[in-house]
């Protein structure tokens, strides 16, 4: 089963005046803008598109776009997937369907087709000076119950490691999945967009040039090449050193 044939990560901000000339700074390529039915920015590094959708409240989550959607609703509802909310479609929005994972992260399949002049490769070229997206990471309580949730709705395990806690990276074609039984150094448990590069250390003082804040990551030095940033909105982004 497939969750649709693209996929693009949201985060709602509070302000999209605020939030988007943050992510343009760093270097992320914006494809469209609309203030219809609400304000919102899609930007892109070449390998996710992430939408700022401007509304009430902050989160983090996933779109799927499906032309097939009553088929994979079914098919779902079948394996046992409980849907939080069916809207059905109007003058401006199409039909969509949310429903969350065991730790509550938000997915929102949509019964659209996806521009595929501006569909991402998750396997493709970064588009983005600051490294390549490796994953889309997630600290989460249960692993196993994570792994079994995601692998239901046609994810595959391409990594699990027990050490130095339990992780795993899930893909699905379209999208690469994180799972860490940790909690990020800052405490913060919210999904984090990781970045790789094996010159890291060359590009974080050319983020800091921008005027964008960097803070160290856990116990490594900003000197090796391991930073994190945060966007206004409050999502974080990881620079590694290394490469996938």
Request: without cysteine; glycine residues 8%; charged residues 25%.
């Amino acid at each position: 089963m497939k969750l649709g044939k693209a996929v693009q990560i949201v985060r709602g901000v509070l302000d999209l005046e605020v939030t988007k000339p943050f992510y343009e700074k760093l270097g992320y390529h914006k494809l469209n803008e609309s203030s219809k039915p609400n304000n919102w920015a899609l930007f892109t590094d070449g390998r996710i598109n992430l939408l700022l959708d401007e509304g009430d409240m902050k989160y983090t989550g996933l779109i799927y776009f499906n032309p097939n959607f009553a088929e994979t609703v079914n098919q779902m509802e079948a394996l046992g997937i409980k849907f939080h909310s069916k809207t059905p479609k109007s003058k401006s929005l199409p039909e969509s369907a949310i429903f969350m994972d065991p730790e509550g992260f938000g997915i929102n399949i949509v019964n659209k087709d996806y521009d595929a002049t501006k569909k991402p490769d998750i396997k493709g070229k970064s588009t983005v000076n600051f490294g390549k997206f490796g994953e889309f990471a997630h600290s989460v309580k249960d692993l196993e119950v994570r792994i079994d949730f995601w692998t239901k709705l046609g994810y595959i395990v391409s990594v699990k490691q027990p050490q130095p806690y339990p992780w795993a990276i899930l893909i699905d074609d379209l999208m690469v999945l994180g799972f860490h039984q940790n909690e990020w150094a800052t405490g913060n448990t919210e999904p984090t967009l990781t970045y790789f590069d094996l010159n890291m250390e060359k590009i974080i003082p050319k983020v800091q040039d921008k005027g964008i804040p960097v803070e160290q990551f856990q116990d490594f030095s900003i000197d090796s090449g391991n930073a994190m940033i945060r966007a206004p909105d409050g999502l974080q982004l990881f620079l590694f050193k290394g490469d996938i």
